[in-house]
């Protein structure tokens, strides 16, 4: 199994943005000391909750700090980019990386963002799946002739193209099942977010697998999964400081617009304590290590991807979190 480390937003603007960069340098030093494999940044826009640097200049700076970590945009929000500066963008950073970078895509749901960018309600997959296809072309090396619905690109071989000749692993994001479907269609990966339950993941694994089977494409690839995890001396304890990463997080992401199939829900009492645990692995590092080992088996997860970071939650808690998982979990798992 490898081992990522999300790059988390947990700020706003009353806290000096070099702090979140200084932070985030000592994470990325901390685990690649550790052993761990990749870094992930995500993408957002005009958020006022939490600041979001954007994923690919931020990744090209960290991987100063961590050179023999992979880079993964987790994830670039497809439906919005235009497809020849994100082509170009990526295969700057997979050469910065020295061949390392990973594109993770999706397509957003944040009603704000898509207005910014001038993306028509209905229209957000068309635009994903048309910018994906000519993204793989202008990595291909062959002169490209594209007329698409919502970009043209004519008599174009581009220069700038990622180091590896096939182009970068494709890991596509999404928690419903059309999303799954579409990132067995056209992904190298599905890259499974934390928002299902641990059943819901299950079933949404199977139903990629299924759908890679019906296309004729390969079933052994990388499956990439964000959990979220806390590590504590008992599940009880565990669940007291998930309960205020739960609200602190989720909240933000509700009140961006982010609903429907297999998400959380909004919830108080029981219902979150019941939620919390159908998302979160908790407990002692062998407990963690042996629900991480559990996914690895049933649902073929490959990677694991850890967010140590939340809202509220101070920087040496999180660095204490990363050198036990680092630590303990990484190595039971290693020798397993």
Same mark, same amino acid.
């Given at each position: 199994?490898?081992?990522?480390?999300?790059?988390?937003c947990i700020y706003d603007a009353n806290t000096d943005a070099r702090q979140?960069?200084?932070?985030?340098?000592?994470?990325?030093?901390?685990?690649?000391?550790?052993?761990?494999?990749?870094?992930?940044?995500?993408?957002?826009?005009?958020?006022?909750?939490?600041?979001?640097?954007?994923?690919?200049?931020?990744?090209?700076?960290?991987?100063?700090?961590?050179?023999?970590?992979?880079?993964?945009?987790?994830?670039?929000?497809?439906?919005?980019?235009?497809?020849?500066?994100?082509?170009?963008?990526?295969?700057?950073?997979?050469?910065?990386?020295?061949?390392?970078?990973?594109?993770?895509?999706?397509?957003?749901?944040?009603?704000?963002?898509?207005?910014?960018?001038?993306?028509?309600?209905?229209?957000?997959?068309?635009?994903?799946?048309?910018?994906?296809?000519?993204?793989?072309?202008?990595?291909?090396?062959?002169?490209?002739?594209?007329? @698409?619905?919502?970009?043209? !690109? =004519?008599?174009?071989?581009?220069? +700038? *193209?990622?180091?590896?000749? $096939?182009?970068?692993?494709?890991?596509?994001?999404?928690?419903?099942?059309?999303?799954?479907?579409?990132?067995?269609?056209?992904?190298?990966?599905?890259?499974?977010?934390?928002?299902?339950?641990?059943?819901?993941?299950?079933?949404?694994?199977?139903?990629?697998?299924?759908?890679?089977?019906?296309?004729?494409?390969?079933?052994?690839?990388?499956f990439p999964v964000r959990r979220e995890l806390l590590?504590?001396?008992?599940?009880?304890?565990?669940?007291?400081?998930?309960?205020?990463?739960?609200?602190?997080?989720?909240?933000?992401?509700?009140?961006?617009?982010?609903? @429907?199939?297999?998400?959380? !829900? =909004?919830?108080?009492?029981?219902? +979150? *304590?019941?939620?919390?645990? $159908?998302?979160?692995?908790?407990?002692?590092?062998?407990?963690?290590?042996?629900?991480?080992?559990?996914?690895?088996?049933?649902?073929?997860?490959?990677?694991?991807?850890?967010?140590?970071?939340?809202?509220?939650?101070?920087?040496?808690?999180?660095?204490?979190?990363?050198?036990?998982?680092?630590?303990?979990?990484?190595?039971?798992?290693?020798?397993?």
């Amino acid at each position: 199994m490898k081992f990522g480390i999300q790059l988390t937003c947990i700020y706003d603007a009353n806290t000096d943005a070099r702090q979140q960069r200084r932070e985030h340098e000592e994470i990325a030093r901390a685990c690649e000391q550790l052993g761990f494999d990749h870094m992930s940044a995500g993408q957002h826009y005009l958020g006022a909750e939490l600041r979001y640097f954007q994923p690919v200049p931020w990744l090209a700076y960290m991987s100063a700090h961590a050179p023999s970590l992979q880079t993964n945009t987790g994830i670039i929000l497809l439906s919005m980019a235009n497809p020849v500066d994100i082509a170009e963008q990526m295969a700057t950073l997979d050469v910065i990386t020295d061949g390392k970078a990973i594109f993770g895509v999706g397509l957003g749901y944040s009603a704000h963002e898509f207005a910014a960018f001038g993306v028509e309600p209905g229209t957000r997959v068309a635009r994903f799946e048309e910018a994906l296809a000519l993204v793989r072309l202008l990595w291909s090396g062959q002169t490209v002739n594209f007329r @698409g619905r919502f970009f043209t !690109v =004519e008599n174009a071989r581009p220069a +700038v *193209r990622p180091l590896r000749a $096939a182009g970068l692993p494709v890991w596509i994001g999404g928690q419903a099942a059309a999303a799954v479907r579409r990132a067995a269609r056209l992904g190298d990966a599905w890259y499974a977010p934390p928002f299902p339950t641990h059943a819901e993941l299950a079933e949404l694994r199977q139903l990629f697998l299924k759908t890679r089977e019906e296309h004729g494409l390969p079933v052994d690839g990388d499956f990439p999964v964000r959990r979220e995890l806390l590590i504590a001396p008992s599940k009880e304890a565990a669940l007291g400081g998930a309960l205020d990463r739960y609200r602190a997080r989720y909240d933000t992401y509700r009140k961006w617009g982010l609903s @429907g199939e297999n998400t959380p !829900v =909004e919830a108080d009492g029981q219902q +979150v *304590r019941t939620d919390i645990e $159908a998302h979160f692995i908790l407990g002692p590092a062998q407990q963690c290590a042996e629900e991480l080992d559990r996914l690895a088996q049933e649902c073929g997860m490959t990677h694991f991807v850890f967010k140590p970071q939340w809202p509220g939650l101070p920087h040496a808690e999180a660095m204490r979190q990363i050198e036990e998982f680092g630590t303990q979990v990484m190595p039971m798992l290693s020798s397993s």
